[in-house]
């Protein structure tokens, strides 16, 4: 069973762009949602991430907003650029479950310049 | 801080055989976990442990073996390889939340650069 499933699998975008990526989730229990981030042969490294206490949180271009009730949340790049190139990979954890994460399957972002 | 680290990088097997895998971390993390990365399919977790001398199972855990005996160092062991086991492996540590580390970095897992093993 799924637990967190990430749309869409791969994404291109022209430079400059908005890129999207959406993950939804079953499981209530779950209290921190972290984006991933990788670059081809290398391990994934935390971009940003939020908890169900807010709806939006904003890094510079990287924005995550939280529906609660609808139980989804997604990446937003603003002025998408190549270097944003990569592997995104969602992912969700709960209190009390030795901070394991459950990740969606990835969406490989190409930005084209 | 060489953060996290694995060894081998890259490692070719025959069927039947046997390796470990090794990383090691030096950011005195509590919570340590084994991933295997396949296309398509995200990153699973094999085993983890949220201490020394402790393991549990993860999602994928048939098949692989993992001891702590260090509190730095985690290794994830194959007893007799199989095909389906060509993958790329990810090791990560984190804080815990009950050790007390810092708020901001609760539940973020640090990665090392993966070890590709195909088996043959």
């Known amino acids: 069973q799924q637990q967190v499933k990430q749309s869409p699998q791969s994404l291109i975008v022209q430079k400059g762009g908005i890129s999207i990526i959406n993950c939804a989730y079953e499981?209530?229990?779950?209290?921190?949602f972290p984006w991933y981030q990788q670059f081809p042969g290398k391990g994934p490294a935390l971009l940003i991430a939020i908890r169900p206490d807010v709806s939006e949180k904003k890094e510079g271009r990287f924005t995550i907003s939280f529906n609660k009730s609808a139980k989804q949340f997604s990446l937003h790049i603003m002025d998408s650029q190549p270097g944003d190139s990569a592997t995104y990979f969602c992912a969700a954890s709960m209190q009390g479950g030795s901070e394991k994460l459950v990740f969606g399957k990835g969406t490989k972002l190409t930005v084209n310049p | 801080n060489a953060g996290v680290t694995q060894t081998p990088k890259f490692r070719v097997l025959k069927t039947g055989q046997s390796m470990t895998l090794l990383c090691a971390q030096d950011?005195?993390?509590?919570?340590m976990y084994w991933y295997r990365q396949d296309p398509g399919m995200g990153l699973r977790l094999i085993h983890y442990s949220v201490g020394e001398g402790t393991t549990a199972k993860g999602e994928v855990p048939d098949g692989y073996n993992v001891s702590r005996l260090k509190k730095q160092n985690f290794l994830l062991g194959l007893e007799s390889a199989a095909p389906s086991q060509t993958s790329v492996y990810f090791c990560a540590s984190s804080y815990s939340r009950l050790a007390g580390g810092p708020v901001r970095s609760y539940n973020e897992q640090f990665f090392g650069p993966g070890t590709r093993l195909t088996v043959l």
């Open positions: 499981n209530t229990a779950f209290d921190y």
């Open positions: 950011m005195n993390h509590e919570y």
